[in-house]
DNA sequence: TTCCTGACTCCAG
DNA sequence: CCTGGAGCCAGGA
């Protein structure tokens, strides 16, 4: 039983004006996002990647989550899993939603899978250069 | 506090 | 081709 007492990190942080946390790393898979050109699509990996947390993919899906409620406004539907499905469709107002949004960017979809995904697919660490 | 879940991905059978 | 488990880590119960 390692019961360690939490006060020692106490008094390491006198930042008691900030409530929260940076939230780095949200803000900085929301900005990629945003940079995810009109009618290309990119995977949830590929950001984690680009961000340097590569075995984290799940926590970029887990940012798009909420948002929703971010400003500006963040093309989630243009995030998409690394086989070109739309995994996430069912956290959109409807369960269409975010097909009908890449289509009406000319991004076509067939059986929940974007259609030639290769050529739609656009990779931060290659396209913003790393 | 611990335990569980997930808009993911990789790897082994 | 499909299935299961591990690793990731932020929240909610």
């Known amino acids: 039983m390692i019961k360690k007492s ?3 990190y106490t008094q390491l942080k006198e930042d008691s004006v900030k409530p929260k ?9 929301y900005e990629v ?3 995810i050109p009109k009618g290309r699509v990119s995977s949830y ?12 993919a799940r926590m970029v899906g887990w940012a798009m989550n909420a948002a ?8 989630a ?3 998409v899993n690394r086989n070109g499905m739309l995994t996430g469709k069912h956290h959109f107002s409807t369960p269409t939603e975010m097909e009908v949004l890449l289509k009406k960017e000319g991004v076509l979809i067939e059986n929940d899978t974007v259609i030639d995904f290769k050529s739609k697919f656009w990779d931060p660490s290659k396209e913003l250069g790393m």
């Open 45 to 56: 990996g590929a950001i984690a990647s680009y961000l340097g947390t590569k075995l984290s």
């Open 6 to 8: 939490s006060s020692q």
């Open 21 to 29: 946390k940076e939230f780095t790393f949200f803000e900085d898979v």
């Open 68 to 75: 929703h409620q971010v400003r500006p406004k963040v093309p």
């Open 33 to 35: 996002v945003r940079l």
């Open 77 to 79: 539907h243009r995030v």
